[in-house]
């Protein structure tokens, strides 16, 4: 399991979580028909893209380099990026369910969420800051993440996610109007 976990399945799920608030309260069954749901799959695949090309490039850095991945075979790298993708997207869609049932708090639960990821990054942030090899990490040798080649990716990866979320959600909130003025 990526190591990265630690920081990204609170924001996973709250991106669930966030989007089950769109959807309106007579919206009936099934839910995964919504456009909120279809929203929260988009938003998160442009994350999980990210995820993908940040192990391909850099697989200790997803490690923490609590771990050399210099001793994984090409299949157990596969494997590690299919079950931690599996597992992002089933945070996302816990993050929606629970967020359909638990409305009461939404931002409180959001600030919460987010805080949590937040704070992994705070712990971890020398660790999450450089990224390299384990032995360029070790050695003091890793660049900065603004240093490197993932800088470009997060910097077109991040404005799209947020750009094209918010216009996910202004499509998901219609069809909230929609039904609730039925």
Same mark, same amino acid.
């Given at each position: ?32 028909? !919504? ?130 979320? !918010? ?16």
């Amino acid at each position: 399991m990526l190591l990265t976990f630690i920081i990204d399945p609170p924001f996973v799920f709250c991106l669930g979580y966030f989007f089950a608030a769109m959807l309106p309260y007579t919206l009936q069954p099934p839910i995964y028909t !919504s456009r909120a749901f279809a929203a929260m799959l988009f938003t998160a695949t442009i994350f999980n893209v990210a995820v993908a090309i940040s192990y391909v490039q850099f697989p200790d850095w997803m490690w923490m380099y609590f771990f050399d991945t210099r001793f994984l075979s090409m299949w157990e790298h596969g494997l590690t990026l299919a079950i931690s993708l599996i597992i992002y997207y089933a945070l996302g869609i816990g993050g929606f369910f629970w967020g359909i049932h638990h409305r009461v708090h939404i931002w409180r639960t959001i600030a919460a969420l987010l805080g949590m990821s937040g704070l992994c990054g705070a712990i971890f942030f020398d660790r999450y800051f450089h990224v390299g090899t384990t032995a360029e990490f070790f050695a003091g040798t890793a660049p900065t993440l603004p240093q490197s080649p993932l800088a470009a990716l997060y910097n077109i990866t991040v404005p799209l996610m947020l750009a094209v979320g !918010s216009g996910l959600l202004w499509w998901a909130r219609s069809q909230k109007k929609d039904a609730n003025t039925n």
